[in-house]
């Protein structure tokens, strides 16, 4: 498998704003491909509290100088991920990956790319895989605010690119749709707009998108989050609900899972 | 002290003795900590480390418990993971014969319900070549009906330990729960009944509470406390019952620096296992090899066993 255990140079931070900010990474140059839904396991700090890693999808992938640069997009929530965000240019952040069971995009067909805020750091790789392939795709990005739709004009240039769009949604309206992004795919279901969904978000929105596209007779594919110790399948910790009646793990059998894998 | 002067970290013998368990060095992995060691052979390296300690095998394999099962907590975790686990007849047909290729010694950690089912693993794992000791799982909070009330009473362990004794010659390490008021009185019960070694500790019993939601954490409510958190306590439950049961003891808990190795080793370990660091990073066991050689090099120390139980006290301490 292959998976690095790496220091990578942080090459900068830059907020989105906060809590949303983004790290960007440089890796040693034989750092893996990193495929679309695939995540890393970092570490900030050498000090015990917090003691284990943070697990991060991969936001975003380049190459300057020859160096992969891995960019992670985070949501500050405890001190984990708050450590992170205060790295400064020049420091080491230890990067474990990549990790996991990314999305396949076999047969995608024209793709609806549901985020729920920072889950959208799960879908920006797979735009990337989706415009290169020529396969068109629509963004739905939601959020209570036009704050949490951080980086949304990244998507917004893929998605048009690819002759979509971004559909921004907002509880409160202050950018794009009023309401919850669930209601906009309902409606693009219905109008039979999609071959397939892809998602990442709260789990509580991802199961209200697999259920609507389930019913709508639409496969697709979500990018779970659950609080991991290890990532690399060791702890055990991550257990996500099996249709089969199993617990699958989220950092080894996942964090993709089908729709219909998922007992949710 | 005669011994001739080291000339390079090479020449620092690392070897130590747990009962008659030989191992090339005092690094294991724990249980539950680093799965059956082979699949994670792409991120650590499985030679240096002295011995690997299975995740506990049971007759049947097991689903675990549902998730919640982790929580981080101040320089620690929670874990309620359940016992999952592929069950010893798939652990002996498709992971020993592997692993058993590795110069680390494989312990295997075992669990039942009843002291039949013990046994019956006992039995299975004794025409084991490949298989150096077992360690008996009596200690496991996570489980209701698992093997936690044998570890809590010395009765009960003892009559365990010695059914087991009966049908096997390979050594037998208990490990303890750090959930009594007296483990040396479980590490004596231990010693009469037949085993061979002690490890300790399992994790502690703890709880953590989301506030904004007012839930637990776990699913299941409670957890085994881990990590740099209760390394105090396991040194303590080390010391106490080294020094009451004679028995050799493996350290476990919290350990993550060569430092800690030491400590565990001044307070009477023979060996120790490293667990929750390996979340953090997969080759905190090899690096401690290296790390332990390093140090001992710089003091002038020729062989780790200088250093078990060397813990200086004052008279009647």
Known sequence: ?264 | MASPPLTSPQAVDLAVRVGTLELGNPILSASGTFGYGLEFAHLAPLEQFGGIVTKGLSLEPLLGNPPHRICETASGMLNSIGLQNIGIRRFLDQVLPDLADYPAKVVVNLFGTTPDEYVRLAELVEPQPGIAAIELNVSCPNVKRGGIQFGHDPELLGDLVRRIRAVTGKPLIVKLSPNVTTPAAIALAARQAGADALSAINTLVGMAIDTRTRRPRLHTVKGGLSGPAIKPIALRIVFDVARASGLPVIGIGGIETVDDVLEFLLAGASAVQVGTALFRDPRTAARLVGDLRQRLFEDGIASARELIGGVLLEPGA
Request: charge should be neutral; aromatic fraction near 6%; hydrophobic fraction near 40%.
């Open chain 1, 1 to 264: 498998m292959a998976t690095r255990d790496v220091a990578c140079r942080v090459l900068g931070v830059e907020c989105h704003p906060l809590p949303y900010y983004t790290i960007s990474l440089e890796t040693p140059p034989d750092f893996p491909e990193v495929a679309p839904g695939q995540f890393v396991m970092a570490l900030a700090d050498p000090g015990r509290d917090p003691y284990l890693r943070r697990a991060f999808s991969v936001f975003d992938v380049s190459r300057a100088e020859g160096l992969p640069r891995l960019e992670l997009l985070g949501k500050v929530i405890g001190r984990g991920t708050s450590r992170l965000a205060a790295r400064r240019v020049g420091d080491n952040v230890h990067v474990l990956g990549p990790l996991g069971r990314g999305f396949r995009l076999e047969g995608a067909g024209r793709a609806a790319l549901v985020a729920g805020g920072v889950g959208s750091a799960a879908l920006l790789l797979l735009a990337r895989a989706l415009h290169a392939a020529g396969s068109a795709f629509d963004v739905l990005y939601g959020g209570r605010r036009a704050d949490d739709l951080a980086c949304a004009d990244r998507f917004a240039d893929l998605a048009s690119g690819a002759g979509g769009e971004l559909v921004a949604v907002t509880e409160d309206g202050s950018r794009g749709r009023r309401g919850l992004v669930t209601e906009a795919l309902e409606d693009g279901l219905a109008a039979s707009r999609w071959h397939s969904v892809f998602t990442c978000g709260p789990t509580p929105m991802m199961a209200r998108v697999a259920a609507l596209a389930t019913r709508h007779g639409v496969p697709g594919q979500a990018a779970l989050e659950t609080p991991m110790g290890c990532g690399y399948g060791a702890c055990l910790g991550c257990a996500v609900p099996h249709r089969d009646g199993r617990f699958a793990l989220c950092c080894q059998d996942g964090p993709v899972f089908d729709f219909d894998e998922v007992s949710w």
